[in-house]
């Protein structure tokens, strides 16, 4: 199993989901609200950053600096994750979206603002761990960086192209981050595995 599959699947645990909607006092169900509607919020959000040569190379950087987290074992994780350095990777990623953000992810999930923004404080490290293992693995140049977010973004967008609903994880998470909602989107981390999970199987040696 590759290691997008793995969080993704532990994020849908019944054990990760109940670890961490303790951490928050919230329930498990709209724990993985958060996760599902996030996530590739998140995702989208950093593509975005990477569409200027200094998007990508800062991105680059801060890859490299959790290229070695270990995000295999997704609940170590998030019982170790530095709130302070999630909290300023969101504000990196998002800027002077992020109250906003917060506050329609959370009109969503049905949860309060600040328990979107603790749980996305967790999943934004957990994001950058898992694209700074792929850039390790790869080898990846800002160049291949920025190439790898815009491949997950098309991915995004084509994941949910047979629901039949006419929407996309990419059209949510675009959604989330522009002035527009759509109350009509909807996702799923299966969707996501469907989307994603390819792109970062391991190589065949």
Known sequence: MNTLETIMKQLNNKDALQQLGNSINAKPDDVKKV???GIPALMEALNRNTNTQEG?????????????????????????????????IIEHILG????????????????????TRKLLIQFAPLLLGLLGKKKKEDNLDASGVSNLT?????????????????????NLASSLLDDDDDDNNS??????????GSLFGKKKK
């Open 35 to 37: 996760a599902e509607l």
């Open 56 to 88: 990508a190379q800062s991105l680059a950087r801060a890859l490299e600096q959790h290229q070695d987290d270990d995000v295999d074992d997704i609940a170590s994780f998030l019982k170790n994750v530095d709130a302070d350095d999630g909290a300023k």
């Open 96 to 115: 002077g979206k992020s109250s906003n953000v917060t506050s329609k992810l959370a009109k969503k999930a049905g949860m309060s603002s600040e328990q």
């Open 150 to 170: 815009s491949t997950l973004s098309s991915l995004l967008g084509a994941s949910n192209n047979n629901s039949g609903s006419g929407s996309s994880l990419l």
């Open 187 to 196: 996702s799923s981390l299966g969707s996501i595995l469907g989307g994603l």
